[in-house]
């Protein structure tokens, strides 16, 4: 048996599931819907920015349309977070209403 103070084993009251070791926490973009921004706009940010296929783009687009929201990707905080302000800002250039966001994954 490990000890405690060896490196990989867990503390006295440390299970397998609470191990010290941090796994950095991961983001859901989220891409909400609106009634202006065109859908071929959408699918263009999804191809361009989120480094998607067209097909998974339209598909995504889509799914966005009907249910009001869909999932884009899931990427690190800084990721996320850069994705969005892009989104943003292309939205904004081009006087489109569209909003991305994120939640922890
Ligand atoms: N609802 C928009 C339209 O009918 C299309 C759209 C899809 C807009 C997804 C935003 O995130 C969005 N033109």
Known sequence: MP??????SFG??????????????QYRVLLHNDD???????VDVLMNIFLLDEISSMR??????????????????EVA????????ELASKNEYPLRASMEEA
């Not at 009251?13 to 941090?22: D, F, I, L, P, R």
């Open 3 to 8: 000890s405690k103070h060896e490196p990989g």
């Open 12 to 25: 006295q009251n440390q299970t397998h599931a609470e191990s010290k070791v941090e796994l950095p926490k």
């Open 36 to 42: 202006y921004t065109p859908m071929e706009f959408v």
């Open 60 to 77: 995504i687009m889509l799914n966005v349309h009907k249910e009001g929201r869909g999932i884009c990707g899931i990427f690190s905080f």
């Open 81 to 88: 977070e850069s994705k969005i302000a892009r989104v943003h």
